[in-house]
Structure formats: C-alpha cells, structure tokens
C-alpha cells in the first residue's frame, strides 16, 4: 500500500513565523503536490512537483514556497504565516502518467 | 461559476436509506474521481471512471460524458458511510480540480 505521510496533525503558529510542513511518500512516486481545503472552497492547489528540484505553480501559490531536494519528500513553506493561512493543508502523490493520487492525512493549521 | 459542483452540500440519511450524490463539470477532463474523506481528513480514492458506470461493494458511480455530468450512489447506507464525498475532474494526469464536497451523516 501506498503510504503518504505528513509530520503533524495538527498545526499552531503565530503570525509572523516561517512554518514549513513535511510530506513524505514510500512508492518512489514522481508526481508530489500540496493542496489547502477550506469550507466551501474545495481542494485548491497550491504547488505541484514531477521530479526532484522541479516545481509548478498551481492555482494559489501566493505567500508559499516548495521544496523537493529528494524524490520522497515535498515541502511546504510559508514564509511568514499569516492568519488567513489557517487551513487543512493535504499532499498527495502520484506516479508519472497515472491519474491515482493518493492523499496524505492532513494538517490543520492554525495561525493565530 | 466553478469548474466542479456538487449536490447536495449536506445530506442526512437514516440507516438503510438509497442515496445519491451528483457532479457536475464545465471543463474538459480525461477523468472524473469520487473521492472519500473520514473525520480527520485522510483521504481515499473509491472511483476513477472515464465512461459509463462503475461498483464497488455498495457503491456505484455512473459518468454521462455528453451531458458533463457523474452520479455517486451508495445502497444500504450504514453509518459508517458518514463521510465528505468529493468529486474530481482529472486533467490528463497533471492535476485535480476538485468540487466542493457533499458532507454525508447517515443516522441508525
């Protein structure tokens, strides 16, 4: 199986800090990307990778960076967090040329 | 207008009950996915249809690719079908543009 990991649950940073969020998948996917979900609004993307040191905006990139220095691993960085980055943050992975995503648990964020 | 709609947005079914979820889509998509999300937030994928209808246990997911339109129904409901049910158009495998979500209780 499959297994998508992402290093918190749950999430409290102040406005201001530098907040990175770790996500981690065991299938030597190629295909990486990190998503918000707020009420109403659906999954919005946000950035998407298909190798390592590559990545693409997605629909809401504003005030987040990416990483991926290894295949495995996809970062999520804001930079300076602010309140209206409280949300449910999911990564997912995929392999090249396939349509299966298969998501990571999630992580709440709160900003305050 | 978005891309991907669902209805209903809420839905409370008693135990037994036939239930159905319906999307709809505006853009060009290779394929549509019902996906699953528990309390929580974990995610699962239960169909990825291209054509025609597809069942899985007591769930089945039907596409009409004329009319940009896909239904997901569960039979027998149970309670612990409780969940967000959320459709996806897939654009040739480079990224998912996702509806809204249809939050589903089903009561004993």
């Known amino acids: 199986d499959v297994k998508v990991t992402q290093s918190s649950r749950y999430l409290v940073k102040r406005t201001g800090e530098k907040v990175f969020l770790e996500c981690v998948q065991d299938m030597d996917h190629e295909n990486m990307f990190w998503y918000r979900q707020d009420p109403g609004l659906g999954l919005r993307l946000i950035y998407f990778?298909?190798?390592?040191?590559?990545?693409e905006k997605g629909d809401i990139p504003e005030g987040y960076s990416v990483s991926r220095e290894k295949k495995e691993r996809f970062s999520l960085i804001l930079e300076s967090a602010s309140t209206n980055q409280t949300s449910m943050y999911l990564c997912?992975?995929?392999?090249?040329?396939?349509?299966?995503?298969?998501f990571g648990p999630g992580t709440r964020l709160t900003v305050t | 207008k978005n891309e991907v709609e669902q209805s209903p947005q809420n839905l409370t079914a008693q135990e037994g009950e036939f239930i159905t979820i319906n999307c709809s889509y505006s853009v060009g998509i290779s394929a549509l996915h019902w996906l699953q999300q528990h309390p929580g937030g974990g995610i699962v994928s239960l169909f990825m249809?291209?054509?025609g209808k597809k069942k899985h246990g007591r769930l089945i997911a039907t596409i009409n690719i004329q009319e940009k339109h896909s239904s997901l129904h569960i039979t027998a409901s149970h309670p612990r079908d409780s969940a967000v049910y959320i459709c996806?158009?897939?654009?040739?495998?480079?990224?998912?543009?996702f509806g809204p979500g249809t939050r589903l209780s089903v009561l004993p």
């Open positions: 990778s298909y190798d390592v040191k590559m990545k």
């Open positions: 996806a158009g897939d654009n040739y495998g480079q990224n998912f543009v």
């Open positions: 997912a992975s995929s392999l090249q040329g396939s349509y299966e995503q298969y």
């Open positions: 249809l291209s054509s």
